[in-house]
């Protein structure tokens, strides 16, 4: 393959700043890819999803098919803030390139639409394909969540694309993840001369932190982190608000029902001196546990490794993608499927440049031994 052509069509999407909270920058990035979609003859429509957010991008190979042999999924934004491209542009040394969202996931998206380009005219002519990508997905795809699960409800297998492992591992199973906001309202007063008429939000937020912390549940790999906190207004005001948001990840539904049930009665209850609680969930995925269908899927991807030579080994992981999403659905989902990387939402962010080649050739072997026709 032509590395160069690659790593340029590469460069033209890291060196954007397309954070989820920058909707200008993953608009760019989806004019981006629809022009090269558009230039090799494939459809392509925008969705516009939310004011909040980016628009999405839907790729087919026909004209509004009513369903799919596959569907591909990929997201086009980051965790990055703005001016991150302009520090840190693409860059390259022997074996790795490096850049904002390198692998988590603009090579996943250059990879497929090398991959989908390279199929035979006749599997392009016998199978029914579609690429979404989405503007949202790290921070759980609160907007896209309904138009990827409309998509998946019509595809017969999703192959999610982010990154390999760094041993290059794909991924069978995530855990599930879910944020919630938790809201704190006290009574604000002076802290000198009248503390009494006051009820502090941000002490009844540090009593109701230690009691989240007690849901989480180690023996069954479910974790309650409450990661960011926000309150007050000044250092001699009671603080009449506060609020903290809270991730959960677990490998047992059931158990995230238990926390969930928790959570809402703990904020359906006074707080500390009697402020006001309130618990909202901001994103769910469910977690991803390989059923029957996908298991078959894994051997088809098994043997596909073996007809190219790329050794096939499998992880469980505890980070959610979109692949949560549709395997809920019942639908057969492998993620995993870009090249291998590692560093994600890091300076260190790489992509190994050996894995290009052959992931690129495996994502094109697994499509091609696809069978076609609607599902039944």
């Not at 954070?19 to 090799?40: F, H, M, N």
């Amino acid at each position: 393959m032509d590395m160069n052509h690659y790593t340029s069509l590469l460069s033209q999407l890291v060196n954007i700043d397309c954070g989820t909270q920058t909707p200008q920058g993953v608009a760019t990035v989806a004019a981006r890819l629809c022009a090269w979609w558009q230039e090799a003859g494939w459809f392509t429509r925008t969705i516009e999803l939310d004011e909040a957010c980016g628009p999405g991008l839907l790729v087919t190979n026909r004209h509004e098919p009513a369903h799919y042999d596959v569907l591909l999924i990929g997201h086009m934004d980051t965790v990055f803030p703005p001016g991150t491209a302009a520090q840190r542009p693409m860059s390259e040394d022997n074996t790795r390139i490096y850049g904002p969202g390198v692998s988590d996931m603009k090579a996943g998206l250059v990879n497929i639409f090398f991959a989908l380009n390279n199929l035979s005219k006749a599997d392009n002519e016998r199978l029914s394909i579609a690429v979404a990508m989405n503007p949202d997905e790290e921070i759980g795809s609160p907007w896209s969540h309904q138009w990827l699960s409309e998509l998946a409800s019509r595809a017969r297998v999703v192959l999610v694309c982010e990154a390999a492992r760094a041993d290059g591992s794909l991924v069978k199973a995530r855990k599930g993840v879910a944020t919630w906001e938790i809201q704190f309202a006290g009574v604000a007063a002076h802290a000198g001369n009248e503390p009494e008429k006051g009820r502090s939000a941000i002490t009844a937020l540090a009593h109701t932190v230690l009691a989240v912390n007690q849901l989480a549940n180690s023996d069954a790999g479910t974790t309650v982190n409450v990661g960011v906190i926000r309150g007050g207004d000044a250092p001699n005001i009671v603080a009449a608000s506060a609020t903290a948001a809270v991730d959960v990840r677990f490998w047992e539904n059931s158990d995230y029902e238990r926390v969930k049930d928790a959570l809402l009665t703990l904020c359906s209850q006074p707080g500390y001196n009697g402020v006001s609680l309130s618990a909202h969930c901001l994103a769910h995925k469910p977690a991803m546990m390989p059923g029957e269908a996908t298991q078959a899927l894994m051997r088809h991807i098994e043997q596909a490794g073996e007809q190219c030579g790329v050794p096939i080994t499998w992880q469980a992981v505890g980070g959610g993608s979109d692949a949560n999403l549709t395997a809920a659905l019942g639908i057969p989902t492998i993620d995993g499927l870009g090249p291998v990387g590692g560093g994600f939402h890091s300076p260190e962010e790489y992509l190994e440049k050996a894995s290009i080649a052959p992931r690129i050739a495996l994502l094109e072997e697994i499509i091609s031994r696809l069978p076609c026709g609607a599902q039944q």
